[in-house]
């Protein structure tokens, strides 16, 4: 009896930590930037194609990105808006020159492809929105993805290039036709849950 007892309690704590560490069923959405002139829009998109408007009056929106709180920061003409689950806007950051590309590194720090001819940067805006100044000298860079090692990768005019951490910049890969959107495929870590009577739950992500 006190073994089926136990047996019955690790079932149980088990069922409980899957519930717990599972996520939850939720509709996925795609988001498009839709660049016309001043009238741009972000559509949204369920998947089965169904559209709604989720925000208005733009002026040629280009780069989108989420942060992990599900806000949504849109380059627009030369601000970056920031735009809640509930379709609040607000303002970012301003006075960039031709913001197009974003993406976010792990701490939270939103990077900006500012395409300026020859004089294009990469800026980098803290959480508050404070700017500096992360590569220049760029060609027209637009798109931005990081590797899982907190490496970024540019599309600069027909190259791509590294950057890592610390700014120090290598070429990646050259001869491309005007490179532009890029994403890096990361696999999804494992999560090794530990269960308080010795059972060991595996979970892969993905």
């Known amino acids: 009896m006190k073994k089926f007892y136990q047996l019955f309690v690790k ?4 069922i409980v930590i899957l519930f717990l560490v599972s996520p939850f069923t939720q509709a996925d959405y795609i988001y498009v930037a839709c660049s016309d002139g001043q009238n741009g829009t972000i559509e949204k998109l369920d998947t089965s194609g ?3 408007t989720f925000a208005s009056g733009l002026w040629n929106p280009e780069g989108l990105a989420f942060d992990d709180s599900g806000n949504l920061y849109v380059s627009n003409y030369d601000v970056i808006e920031k ?3 509930s379709g609040s806007r607000s303002l970012f950051a301003l006075g960039l020159r031709r913001p197009i590309g974003m993406e ?3 701490s ?8 300026d001819g020859q004089n294009g940067t990469i800026e980098k805006l803290d959480t508050s929105g404070n700017r500096t100044t992360f590569a220049s000298g760029l060609w ?8 899982n090692s907190g490496n970024l990768y540019v599309s600069n005019y027909d190259v791509i290039e590294k950057i890592d951490s610390s700014g120090n910049r290598s070429l990646f890969a050259l001869g491309l036709r005007r490179p532009i959107g890029m994403v890096v495929q990361v696999p999804e870590p494992a ?3 530990l269960l308080g009577l010795g059972a060991v739950l595996l979970r892969r992500k993905g």
């Open 191 to 193: 999560t090794l849950l």
């Open 108 to 115: 939270g720090n939103l990077y900006v492809a500012c395409s």
């Open 83 to 85: 735009i809640d689950s």
């Open 140 to 147: 027209n860079p637009e798109g931005l993805a990081f590797d």
């Open 104 to 106: 976010f590194d792990k």
């Open 11 to 14: 079932f149980f704590l088990l």
């Open 50 to 52: 169904n559209r709604t």
